[in-house]
């Protein structure tokens, strides 16, 4: 199932409100932000690592050689 998260949600009293389709999540803490504004970005030469800010765990880690290629346009 593909969910929209850019789309409506609803909370415990039933108000919807909307998150950007950029917004990460910590799944440890729960802490949620765009990676932008309040995630801890360590960039070491071509790795990076996306480190939450309230608890320490590390949400996501890259290397540029596993970074998705970018797509080559049709001749």
Request: with cysteine; glycine share 6%.
């Amino acid at each position: 199932m593909n969910a929209d998260a850019s789309g409506p949600r609803s909370d415990a009293s039933g108000s919807q409100s909307f998150r950007a389709k950029s917004v990460l999540f910590c799944a440890e803490c729960s802490f949620e932000n765009p990676v932008s504004e309040g995630w801890l970005v360590v960039s070491d030469g071509d790795e990076r690592t996306v480190v939450c800010p309230e608890c320490g765990h590390v949400a996501d880690h890259r290397t540029e050689r596993s970074a998705p290629a970018p797509s080559q346009p049709a001749d």
